[in-house]
């Protein structure tokens, strides 16, 4: 065994023991994160205790370095405040919740809540749809629609979503003509700037009868596919599913309907004198916020799908092509079952942009969630509790769309096999 | 082989070039019109382009009322920022042509594209923008962008460049440092809360200036602090990814604005309150709104870039770690001189894509009623004599929004073309 | 089972084998239920060249990957030049910078030039001036025979270029031992000489080699020791003449009539 070659240490016993546990890898890690986690603790104990402080208005200083006053401090959220009754009112519902300016500020949250959940919902599917569409357009061989989609997406990416809605709001539906010299869209539907009117289905006695007749419809329709498919795969010969199964639920659905006496009432809107009369109208807020929320998700939507088709192999392209197969089939079989995986990640991101950006309806006068919210702070004074409850809230709509999006990547992740 | 197969090359007949109508031709012949279906999508296409180009431009050079835009450019680009405190502003702005202007030479490649569209884009701003004082200044700021150009013209390949380069560097933090950071440290932080632009009161910082500091003062912070909470949400100690996982999962869970209101609210009671250590004061400040507004895009756009970063460490080989360790290179130094330089790398266009996010973002500041940008567009139609001109303020804004934003997006292509491998 | 006695070989080098520089006992390691080394014990003396050889999964690169501390051994002990490798920072400091390391991968610094790669250890830990540095950059690269690559990236050059650059990297530091895990492994095999020849010369210079390598070639030639490692354990070591004409365990065996 040679000799140490490390020179001799001098030290005196104590310090020498120090500087080995100092030295220690271990001892060093647990050390570190003590450190940093008192770090952590004290900041937070220290707003934290700032907030209950100011919030009642007595002086507070850290101990054990300072003389202590009062009681050990706590977080008192009082949320009594919620069941008080809210006094201001909102236009617009979704899914028939009824508020009065008489209900407590929970219901008022509440109202809020299902707005955002309702423009969340029309403006991811609409916004898929078009990001699909421009996506697909960009890649188009013809030059000229794919520059138009890359003008879109330039145009739309670079703005900030706030400067687009407040031009839909200010500059496009409030600039509607009045009610009086409403666009006439062949009688049915008219447009100023009291809202959009649009006519109104509403069931009528035997309604529900047929509802159950059309989920025995769509029950039979994925029957038929399934079992036109499978036949499909044992023969060989194309037995079309898709078509036969929407076939065979138009059928159902259909005969069902007329023998039942047709259980649907149109109301058609009429114009008065200040609003309409009939119908459905939808106002020139829910709008704004709609389409701008659209477009500009659309716009990143599209460079998404783009990247996702550019990012298969060309090979894949190559093979199907050598195969014989047709641009659609190509398309239907290979390329976008490969893309849907690239897709969904980012995909869900901006489905949760979306429903993150929907609390800029305050913009336009819109009362969703954040806005609720927003009134309920100016008017009850509890800051603490109700961006705590909003936070919340955007946080169980985020988790709720990853949760989704995450079990269809799955299966679909599954299914491909990548 | 047959003979009359074997052509050299000088033998093989050359194309007949095409007279340009035929090419024109051809090219429209295959671009456009390939197929029917793709001749009905032209033609659709075109229908529905004209008819979009004859509104548009109906609206923007027949109905539009422009004149609240030329009347209002100084609400638009200072907001109410008081004139005779202007100099502030100009001084800020020589600093950065003065350092950009440096940074280029020494960092920049050396095609002409870029100054042509500068150039270009410097015509309409003239024209359109400047009269009187502001065009001088604007003019002796250009000027000092190309002095200090050709005053490193000779260091970039010199022996000097790297010393010049963290020279350069170093003034970047200073100026930024010298112009943001509170000139007193307690016990308050008011009226405008920030080094040069101290003495004028927050409320009154306005229009595309306001934006400016903001976007700035928030990519400036949150960069670094992004790259912490990455590396720590990569550590090894549990303890710190903990919490660098929890709050980059609940930041991004919820909405800018919410955060904004949170900090405003909330941060701004825990600040307030006196509370001290030791017997040294540590807070009971009273905090301007652009502090507040600040914190709460910086507290935001971190987390954004935090994960982006954590992609471009995942990017980075485990072996270069692993070398770096048997050299001797302690955990920082392998970090800050290995894995950092790979990972930013990596992840350049996400990055700049989240930088122009923050820009864009600095729109929501609306709601704390500061009046950037965008609130000036809201609030100058509601003058006398311009009511009801929404769309040109809108449209003016959005311009101006635009520009920005698509020029840090071309630029950042040319960074990457400039960081690629085998150049610095 | 283990042979840990010292083998005396006859040297064909110039000096004989010096003191034991690394004393291995029964060391252990697991990666969770898995043993990867189940108790190895063996000495390497200064200036003798070691080579494992064994099947994949038998540990031979997390052996040598123990004794840098690039894996942390959880049962026996690791004493090299006097130093024992345990948690204390300060001796893994110490033995780091007397063990220097060969990747399989190279493991080069991309953002890096060559004389940035091998000079940036030398500048943040050895403290050397930058001028300092650079003349010990090109002494070493034209060691290992490619001076005039000295300003360029690693991705311009080919992979035994970049091997050779990560084996004056090493050099660089000055160390005492020198550990190579599977330095051609990833090579196109037209490249593979240059880099034995290398080894060869270091080997001939004196210095203490471990090598893990498939190419029985340079363990015929250069070694003075192999050793034939299999599911964690040191299954037999002797001289490259008494190992590939005379194994005596059945592995080694089998082992050698797979691979040659």
Known sequence: MTASSRPEQRLPGAAALLLTILSDERFRRYLFQAIFAAVVLVFGYVLIANIQAELEGIGLEIFPFVNTKGSFPFIDISSDFLGQRAGFSIDQRSFGFDYTANDSYFRAFLTGLLNTIQVSMIGIVIATVLGVVVGVSRLSSNWLVSHVAMLYVETFRNIPLVVQLIFWYVAVFLKAPKIGDSLDFFGIAFLSVRGLALPEAHGTSGFGTWAIFVLLAIGAAIAVRYWLTRRQDETGRPSYPWWSAAGTFVAIAGVSFLILGTPMDIDSPEVGQFRYAGGMTIKPEFTALVFGLTIYTASFIAEIVRGSVLAIPKGQTEAAEALGFSGSQRLRLVILPQAMAIIIPPLTNQYLNLTKNSSLAVAVAYKDLFDVGNVTINQAGQAVPMVALLMAAYLSLSLTISAIMNTIYGRLKWRSAR | ?424 | ?260
């Open chain 3, 1 to 260: 089972m283990t042979d840990d006695t010292v083998i005396e070989a006859p040297s064909t080098k110039d000096h004989k084998l010096g003191n034991e520089i690394i004393v291995c006992r029964d060391v252990k390691k697991w990666f969770g239920d898995f043993q990867a080394l189940c108790g190895i014990s063996t000495t390497v003396r200064e200036r003798e060249v070691v080579v494992i050889i064994g099947p994949s999964g038998s540990g031979k690169s997390t052996f040598l990957r123990t004794l840098n501390r690039l894996e942390p051994h959880d049962e026996g002990t690791i004493i090299i030049d006097g130093v024992e490798l345990n948690n204390d920072l300060r001796n893994v400091e110490k033995i780091r910078s007397e063990v220097g390391i060969v990747f399989q991968q190279f493991n080069l610094f991309p953002h890096l030039t060559i004389e940035r790669n091998i000079s940036l250890a030398l500048t943040h830990v050895r403290h050397l001036k930058k001028s300092a540095a650079k003349e010990l950059v090109v002494s070493l690269l034209e060691r290992v025979g490619i001076p005039e690559q000295i300003d360029k990236y690693p991705a311009q050059l080919s992979g035994g270029q970049q091997q050779r650059v990560a084996i004056a990297r090493a050099l660089a530091m000055q160390p005492k031992i020198m550990l190579f895990d599977e330095p051609t492994s990833a090579l196109d095999p037209e490249m593979i000489k240059e880099v034995l020849d290398v080894m060869h010369e270091l080997a001939e210079s004196g210095m203490t080699m471990v090598v893990v390598t498939h190419e029985m070639g340079f363990a015929k030639g250069v070694a003075d020791r192999i050793m034939f490692m299999d599911e964690g354990l040191i299954v037999e070591q002797g001289t490259p003449a008494e190992f590939f004409e005379a194994p005596k365990e059945d592995r080694t065996k089998l082992f050698l009539s797979q691979i040659l």
């Open chain 2, 1 to 424: 082989m047959e003979v009359s197969q074997i052509m050299t090359a000088a033998s093989r007949p050359i194309a007949p070039s095409l007279p340009p109508h035929v090419v024109a031709y051809r090219w429209t012949r295959a671009n456009l019109f390939s197929s029917p279906g793709n001749a009905v999508l032209t033609f659709v296409t075109v229908v529905i382009l004209g008819f979009a180009a004859y509104q548009g431009s109906s609206f923007v050079f027949a109905t539009a009322e422009w004149e609240i835009v030329e009347t209002n450019r100084g609400l638009f680009f200072t907001g109410r920022f008081p004139r005779d405190e202007f100099w502030r502003i100009w001084i800020a702005l020589h600093g950065i042509a003065a350092l950009s202007g440096l940074s280029w030479r020494l960092w920049g490649s050396l095609n002409l594209r870029l100054p042509l569209i500068f150039a270009a884009a410097c015509v309409p701003l003239y024209i359109l923008m400047l009269e009187g004082w502001p065009l001088l200044w604007t003019s002796t700021c250009i000027a000092t962008f190309g002095a200090a150009y050709f005053a490193a013209w000779p260091i970039r390949f010199s022996r000097f460049s790297e010393t010049a380069r963290n020279v350069t560097v170093g003034l970047w933090i200073l100026g930024f440092a010298a112009a943001m950071l509170p000139t007193a440290l307690y016990p308050s932080f008011l009226p405008g809360q920030g080094g040069l632009f101290s003495h004028v009161p927050d409320r009154q910082w306005g229009g595309l200036f306001l934006t400016m500091v903001l976007a700035g003062v928030g990519i400036g912070v949150a960069f670094p602090l992004g790259i912490l909470l990455a590396v720590g949400r990569a550590s090894t100690f549990p303890v710190i990814r903990i919490f660098c996982v929890a709050y980059i999962e609940l930041i991004r869970a919820v909405t800018l604005v919410t955060i904004l209101f949170m900090s405003f609210f909330i941060l701004r009671l825990a600040v307030r309150h006196e509370t001290s250590v030791l017997g040294i004061p540590i807070t009971g400040y009273e905090v301007s709104v652009v502090f507040m507004a600040m914190l709460g895009l910086i507290l935001f756009s971190a987390a954004y870039i935090a994960e982006i970063v954590r992609g471009g460490l995942q990017a980075v080989p485990r072996g270069q770690v692993e070398a770096g360790q048997a050299l001797g290179l302690g955990g920082v130094q392998v970090l800050a001189l290995i894995v950092l330089p790979q990972a930013l790398r990596a992840v350049i266009p996400a990055l700049v894509s989240q930088f122009i996010s923050l820009f864009k973002d600095t729109s929501l500041v609306f709601i704390l009623a500061l009046t950037d940008l965008l609130a000036i567009a809201r609030i100058a139609p509601a003058q006398p004599g311009f009511i009801g001109d929404h769309a040109e303020a809108l449209i003016f804004v959005a311009l101006i929004y635009w520009v920005v934003a698509f020029s840090m997006s071309r630029a950042s292509q040319q960074l990457e073309r400039n960081l690629g491998v085998g150049e610095r």
